[in-house]
């Protein structure tokens, strides 16, 4: 699996964007990153301020499986 990595405007039409999950123990991995809930599982995740609004947000162990699932060979 590769990674794509687009515009804002590519972005902003994209199905999911992909975050890390977030561990209260761990802390934010940026300080500015902002706390969401994964659409598919509902384990909290961390995103950049600037992630656009039209993807739904969802965790990394579950796009990979998204990916499996649909069998996406690039993402």
């Not at 598919?40 to 993807?55: A, K, M, Y």
């Not at 965790?59 to 996406?72: D, N, Q, S, V």
């Amino acid at each position: 699996m590769t990674v794509k990595i687009v515009t804002r405007e590519e972005a902003a039409k994209a199905d999911f964007v992909a975050c890390v999950p977030y561990r209260a123990e761990e802390g934010l991995l940026l300080p500015n990153n902002v706390l969401a809930r994964c659409c598919r599982c509902e384990t909290r995740i961390q995103l950049r301020p600037d992630v656009p609004n039209g993807p739904r947000r969802i965790c990394l162990p579950c796009a990979l499986e998204e990916a499996e699932l649909h069998g996406e060979e690039d993402t």
